[in-house]
């Protein structure tokens, strides 16, 4: 029977070249994806001919070499170039190829882009990700504390065309809205970030708003609606968010169609950390049979049921939940399809949950203006991964004013309000 024998420096020197094959590997692949985009974009004008016969859309050998950062080390490319000798009729200047896998500009792939912001916004400073990642990429390339401070300048550049941007075109009908907080290096204060994130009337979620607050005051919140309103944005029908009483008075003076949910995941929290421990276990059962309840009267009555087992020793905990019944079971009037969306602030909570553990025991980002990028940066990333809610052609409905009778939509409400009467 053969067997492999391997001496320790063999081993070693094995697991030194793994990186460099999977580089190697990455390399290829990325070669022969070029090859074949290009392929496929000079099959598809082969019919392009000039007046003697030849072909209008050729190969041109490739471009000098140049390293692309990615997850896999930095990677050496030579991209294949192409000779389109077309006019397009309305510029009047020559067609150019452009690769969608590789453009010109790219050095870095879009996953490391997104590493990049929310590194800086746990508290790495522009000089430190050399040394830092230098050893993962595998090259210092595109990673100097020079380009990442370019990063930081384009991307505080796109954080205002985001601001700034008209949004008459738009239709939020959901929205979930919430304060994330960092603490800044070169500045006293904490930055406390207003995020507001929306479902477009497709069902798709999307980035509404990232904006520098006072402590989530009313003021702050109310600017910001108020900005977001005279950008061309409808009052969106619900407005999900935790106990932040600033969110709820400005919407009340901005928007006051619009309808409040809150936040379950806050509120059950709160209302556990107003109980002994030796009773958080069944008043946690408790809280869920009202959340999770089939309609609102069985809602209702879970309620009831909470008062009535922990209102006499815990008063205070109990009022978290009776004084504010009505906005907290506010989704049982909406599809059933969204209640799951409307109960919490998951989109904002789950993309910060980790900077916020983190940024509790670091510095965070230098300044105000570059945590506002930072933060802008990671929800733009973040949203690209974003589902759309559940039962999507629902949404437009709920813009139009259609009612829901236990989740599922009354058509024809008129005769539910006769046999009322």
């Known amino acids: 029977m053969l067997s492999v024998v391997t001496t320790e420096q063999a081993t070693s020197e094995l697991r030194l070249d793994l990186d460099a094959i999977v580089r190697e590997g990455a390399r290829r692949m990325l070669a022969a994806a070029l090859e074949a985009e290009v392929d496929d974009y000079l099959a598809a004008q082969a019919a392009e001919r000039d007046e003697g016969g030849r072909r209008l859309v050729v190969r041109n050998g490739h471009a000098r070499q140049r390293e692309v950062t990615t997850a896999a080390g930095a990677v050496a490319v030579r991209a294949p170039r192409v000779n389109d000798r077309r006019v397009d009729p309305v510029s009047g200047e020559r067609v150019r190829f452009r690769s969608v896998i590789l453009p010109p500009w790219c050095r870095r792939s879009p996953k490391v882009a997104e590493v990049l912001p929310l590194l800086y916004l746990h508290g790495l400073s522009t000089g430190d990700f050399v040394p830092a990642l230098e050893a993962f990429f595998g090259s210092a390339a595109g990673l100097s504390a020079a380009a990442v401070g370019r990063l930081l300048g384009a991307w505080q550049a796109d954080y205002r065309a985001f601001a700034g941007r008209d949004l008459t075109d738009r239709d939020y009908v959901y929205v979930w809205a919430d304060g994330v907080h960092f603490r800044v290096r070169l500045e006293q204060a904490r930055l406390c970030c207003l995020v507001i994130v929306g479902v477009r009337a497709d069902g798709t979620k999307e980035l509404v708003a990232v904006a520098d607050g006072e402590r989530e005051s009313t003021d702050s919140w109310a600017e910001l609606l108020r900005d977001l309103r005279r950008r061309g944005m409808r009052a969106p029908v619900v407005a999900v968010g935790d106990g932040a009483l600033g969110l709820w008075a400005a919407l009340r003076d901005v928007f006051p169609a619009t309808r409040h949910q809150r936040d379950w995941v806050h509120k059950a929290a709160n209302v556990l950390n107003a109980l002994p421990k030796a009773v958080q276990a069944g008043a ?138």
């Open 284 to 421: 946690r059962k408790a809280l869920a049979e009202i959340r999770d309840a089939p309609d609102r009267d069985h809602a209702q009555h879970a309620i009831e049921g909470f008062a009535r087992d922990y209102g006499v020793k815990w008063p205070k905990a109990v009022a978290k939940i009776v004084d504010d019944a009505e906005e907290l079971l506010t989704f049982f009037d909406f599809p059933a399809e969204h209640w799951g969306h409307l109960k919490t602030s998951n989109p904002i909570e789950s993309t910060f949950s980790s900077v916020r553990l983190r940024t509790r025991v670091t510095k965070g980002p230098g300044s105000k203006a570059a945590g506002l990028a930072m933060a802008f940066k990671l929800l733009e990333a973040a949203q690209d991964r974003w589902r759309a809610v559940n039962g999507p052609h629902l949404v437009a409905l709920v813009r139009a004013g259609a009612r829901f009778d236990k989740g599922v939509m009354i058509e024809r409400p008129d005769d539910v309000e006769e046999a009322a009467a």
